[in-house]
């Protein structure tokens, strides 16, 4: 049968291609910029600037406070005992600080944080400066002196602020850190989705790209596979007179 009878090759599938193309090179920018956030939020956590990074630090120096129970035991000890050992185990264990009150607040989405932020802190610094004064008379030889700075209300007053403060810091710095790894997570997911689609429709149109080439190479070399024209696709050829 003449190649005229039948119709030509379609041709090959460039706009199908550029198409998947151009979705694949759309979803590998798209996971490129979401790696790139990713580890930007990583950096701005392992410095401190992030909500994460911030509350972590907090958060040890909150483990540290544990601590107060005993530091006032060794200062109550080397007052009742005038035993020296007392006084250097408080100064190697004295991990008492006051807290950074704008930087609980600032990552902190409560405002009774701040508050407790500013109880605790205030307690801890009047603590630490009663129990300093206590040990001073302890080194002189002044159990008396010490132990009546160490019985004050106003030392058991700033205890007790201390010890009330503590556990709603601890909550509270608890929730940041959940709160910040549940925004990290749905960051991640909100990156990832379109990515994924776009990976979902360059495959797609791939497929279907690789299909339609497969089609064009087979009509290339056999012509004969290609389908017949019908009756009336083009004049009848004039007969010689």
């Known amino acids: ?9 379609a041709p090959f599938p460039r706009r199908l291609a550029q198409a998947a193309a ?5 979803a590998f920018l798209w996971l490129l910029g979401a790696v790139f956030a990713s580890y930007a939020s990583f950096e701005a956590d392992r410095g401190g600037a ?3 990074g911030a509350a972590a630090d907090v958060g040890a120096r909150l483990k540290a406070y544990y601590l107060d129970e005993a530091l006032s035991l060794c ?3 080397a007052a009742a005992t005038n035993d020296p050992a007392w006084a250097e185990q408080y100064q190697m264990y004295d991990a008492r600080d006051t807290f950074s009150v704008p930087e609980i607040a600032r990552i902190s989405r409560r405002a009774d944080a701040a508050a407790a932020a500013r ?3 205030e307690a801890a610094a009047a603590l630490a400066s009663m129990e300093q004064a206590a040990l001073e008379w302890v080194r002189g030889a002044r159990n008396d002196m010490a132990r009546a700075i160490l019985d004050k209300p106003e030392y058991r007053a ?3 602020a ?3 403060a503590m556990p709603r810091l601890w909550d509270e710095m608890a929730a940041v850190l959940a709160r910040s790894q549940a925004d990290r997570w749905r960051r991640l997911a909100s990156a990832l989705a379109p990515a994924l689609l776009l990976l979902a429709l360059a495959a797609a149109l791939g497929w279907a ?5 497969e089609r064009w190479i087979a009509e290339r070399e056999n012509p004969e596979t290609l389908p017949q024209k019908h009756f009336g696709d083009q004049a009848a050829p004039r007969m010689p007179e």
């Open 119 to 121: 109880q605790a802190s």
């Open 22 to 26: 151009l979705a694949a090179a759309l």
């Open 75 to 77: 200062a109550r000890l």
């Open 158 to 160: 700033a205890r007790e």
């Open 162 to 164: 201390y010890r009330l």
């Open 1 to 9: 049968m003449p190649m005229d009878d039948r119709i030509a090759p």
């Open 50 to 52: 992030a909500q994460g």
């Open 209 to 213: 790209a690789a299909r339609r080439t």
